[in-house]
């Protein structure tokens, strides 16, 4: 093919991408009016025969909200092929006018080996930096693979050793993801998947991570399914306790909570601790909360109970502070033979860079984990079943997630020396600033979950 370029312009490129980048999991402005969609870096990839691929990052501005920039690597073919059918923005059989097929790259299994082959390679590639972590190679010919699993990015297994991860939504600057393993991994930390290379660009003049490479765990598990399966033998066993069930899983929380303390301790002993004041952060905490309450409705009503949890926070001085994970959850935690990782250190994905990287306390983390203990115990527990089974299943929940959170503190307690139960105030507060935070996401995402972090504020703020 003679440069996708040509006969894909990036006018043409960019009327199609408005039209599909909204459908997009991890596309993050959903509900926003797309105003222009405008293209940052177009780099070849890859141009023979009839194959071609660009690495491509567009900026998409909206009529009421900041730009946004995503990473779309796109691949152009002059025929459609079946298999990337699921994966296609256009034609050739599509509007008029559009001559090639065009779809996302990371599908093909042909633009993956040549992304592998770069990655080997390192170096400069057209306006991309490839980066190794001293100390580590790659091998060349690795096979990649695309995970499909519905995320904010793209993660794609290569050769079953390594796991490259290109970010979606892409922020001017260094994204924690590459940040905060890179600098575990060489404080020694064991409890996370060790960091082997990066991928950077100078986008609008500032240096930007685009995407990273780590050990693939195989044979892992992720702590949500885990949980889940937990939770369903549980209610399998309707007349047996937490503890009774063969896959309790207390065990595992108690050690998730001393993987967690560990990589506290070495975030903290690695890139410095601080304090911030109380006031600051309840500052923080309640403007989300009234910016989360303007947006979704159904937070009016507990809204003053939560302020009142808030304004609690602000009387407790001055807090101990340090860089931390920030988006923990049980997905973000994978269970090799040997023992718990830490993963995905980005942050959560509605912050801006800056929020991501202003260091907090530890248990802003320990309430995610309580969070998702929540969130894996009520998941089963269907609304529409009938009152009498309903709170049997309602109750068996709340004994699993109280057991669990009892766990990982205890875990957590264990190997810090500091029990996060100890500091309830504050802890509880990051819990409902979490669940406020999930009300906008399940609003925004999956409405049918709304109820999950509802349920919980309205718990959190009863006791
Ligand atoms: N190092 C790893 N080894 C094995 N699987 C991984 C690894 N990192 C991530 N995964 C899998 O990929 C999924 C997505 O990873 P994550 O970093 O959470 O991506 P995202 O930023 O898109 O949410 C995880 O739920 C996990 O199942
Ligand atoms: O994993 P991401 O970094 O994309 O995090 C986002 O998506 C998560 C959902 O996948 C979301 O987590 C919420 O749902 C989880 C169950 O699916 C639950 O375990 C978490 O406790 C709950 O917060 C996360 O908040 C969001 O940032």
């Given at each position: 093919?003679?440069?996708?370029?040509?006969?894909?312009?990036?006018?043409?490129?960019?009327?199609?991408?408005?039209?599909w980048?909204?459908?997009?999991?991890?596309?993050?402005?959903?509900?926003?009016?797309i105003?222009?969609?405008?293209?940052?870096?177009?780099?070849?990839?890859?141009?023979?025969?009839?194959?071609?691929?660009?690495?491509?990052?567009?900026?998409?501005?909206?009529?009421?909200?900041p730009?946004?920039?995503?990473?779309?690597?796109?691949?152009?073919?002059?025929?459609?092929?079946?298999?990337?059918?699921?994966?296609?923005i256009?034609?050739?059989?599509?509007?008029?006018?559009?001559?090639?097929?065009?779809?996302?790259?990371?599908?093909?299994?042909?633009?993956?080996?040549?992304y592998?082959?770069s990655?080997?390679?390192?170096?400069t590639?057209?306006?991309?930096?490839?980066?190794?972590?001293?100390?580590?190679?790659?091998?060349?010919?690795?096979r990649?693979?695309a995970?499909?699993a519905?995320?904010?990015?793209?993660s794609?297994?290569?050769?079953?050793?390594?796991?490259?991860?290109?970010?979606?939504?892409?922020?001017?600057?260094?994204n924690?993801?590459?940040?905060?393993?890179?600098?575990?991994?060489?404080?020694?930390?064991?409890?996370?998947?060790?960091?082997?290379?990066?991928?950077e660009?100078?986008?609008d003049g500032v240096?930007?991570?685009?995407?990273?490479?780590q050990d693939?765990?195989a044979?892992?598990?992720?702590?949500?399914?885990?949980?889940?399966?937990?939770?369903?033998d549980l209610?399998?066993?309707?007349?047996?306790r937490a503890?009774?069930v063969?896959?309790?899983?207390?065990?595992?929380?108690?050690?998730?909570?001393?993987?967690?303390?560990d990589?506290?301790?070495?975030?903290?002993?690695?890139?410095?601790?601080s304090?911030?004041p109380?006031?600051?952060?309840?500052?923080?905490?309640?403007a989300?909360?009234?910016?989360?309450?303007a947006?979704?409705?159904d937070?009016?009503e507990?809204?003053?109970a939560?302020?009142?949890?808030?304004?609690?926070v602000?009387?407790?001085?001055?807090?101990p502070?340090?860089?931390?994970?920030?988006?923990?959850?049980?997905?973000?935690?994978?269970?090799?033979p040997e023992?718990?990782?830490?993963?995905?250190f980005?942050?959560?994905?509605?912050?801006?860079?800056?929020?991501r990287?202003r260091?907090?306390?530890?248990?802003?983390?320990?309430?995610?984990?309580m969070?998702?203990?929540?969130?894996?115990?009520?998941h089963s527990?269907d609304?529409?079943?009938?009152?009498?089974?309903?709170?049997?299943?309602?109750?068996?929940?709340?004994?699993?997630?109280?057991?669990?959170?009892?766990?990982?503190?205890?875990?957590?307690?264990?190997?810090?020396?500091?029990?996060?139960?100890?500091?309830?105030?504050?802890?509880?507060?990051?819990?409902?600033?979490k669940?406020?935070?999930?009300?906008?996401?399940?609003?925004r995402?999956?409405?049918?979950w709304?109820?999950?972090?509802?349920?919980?504020?309205?718990?959190l703020?009863e006791?």
């Amino acid at each position: 093919m003679s440069g996708a370029g040509e006969a894909y312009p990036d006018e043409v490129l960019v009327a199609d991408l408005r039209e599909w980048l909204p459908h997009q999991r991890w596309f993050a402005a959903k509900g926003q009016t797309i105003e222009d969609v405008e293209v940052v870096l177009r780099n070849a990839v890859v141009d023979e025969g009839d194959l071609a691929a660009d690495h491509l990052l567009v900026r998409v501005s909206f009529t009421s909200a900041p730009a946004q920039i995503y990473q779309v690597p796109l691949g152009f073919r002059r025929r459609t092929v079946d298999e990337l059918q699921q994966w296609a923005i256009t034609g050739p059989d599509g509007p008029a006018g559009r001559s090639l097929f065009v779809y996302d790259g990371l599908r093909d299994q042909e633009i993956l080996d040549r992304y592998a082959h770069s990655l080997a390679t390192g170096g400069t590639h057209g306006t991309l930096e490839l980066h190794h972590v001293p100390g580590s190679t790659i091998e060349e010919g690795l096979r990649g693979r695309a995970l499909n699993a519905e995320q904010s990015n793209t993660s794609v297994v290569l050769g079953e050793q390594l796991l490259l991860k290109l970010f979606r939504r892409v922020t001017l600057g260094v994204n924690p993801d590459v940040e905060l393993p890179l600098a575990l991994g060489e404080s020694g930390c064991r409890s996370i998947a060790p960091i082997r290379a990066w991928i950077e660009a100078e986008i609008d003049g500032v240096r930007t991570t685009l995407a990273m490479v780590q050990d693939f765990a195989a044979n892992s598990a992720d702590g949500w399914s885990m949980a889940l399966g937990s939770v369903r033998d549980l209610m399998i066993e309707g007349d047996l306790r937490a503890d009774e069930v063969g896959t309790d899983f207390a065990g595992e929380s108690h050690r998730i909570g001393a993987a967690v303390a560990d990589v506290h301790a070495h975030l903290a002993s690695a890139l410095g601790s601080s304090e911030r004041p109380a006031v600051e952060l309840a500052g923080e905490m309640t403007a989300r909360l009234e910016a989360a309450a303007a947006e979704v409705p159904d937070l009016a009503e507990p809204a003053g109970a939560v302020r009142a949890a808030f304004e609690q926070v602000a009387s407790l001085g001055r807090i101990p502070v340090h860089r931390i994970h920030g988006d923990l959850h049980l997905g973000q935690v994978l269970r090799t033979p040997e023992r718990w990782l830490v993963i995905d250190f980005e942050g959560e994905p509605a912050k801006s860079l800056e929020e991501r990287r202003r260091p907090d306390s530890p248990l802003r983390d320990v309430a995610g984990m309580m969070r998702s203990f929540d969130y894996a115990a009520h998941h089963s527990v269907d609304e529409g079943e009938s009152t009498e089974v309903s709170s049997q299943r309602g109750f068996r929940a709340k004994e699993w997630a109280e057991r669990n959170c009892a766990a990982f503190c205890e875990g957590y307690a264990a190997a810090a020396g500091l029990d996060p139960r100890e500091s309830n105030v504050l802890l509880r507060a990051y819990e409902l600033d979490k669940a406020v935070y999930e009300v906008v996401y399940e609003a925004r995402n999956r409405p049918s979950w709304l109820r999950l972090p509802l349920d919980a504020i309205r718990r959190l703020t009863e006791d």
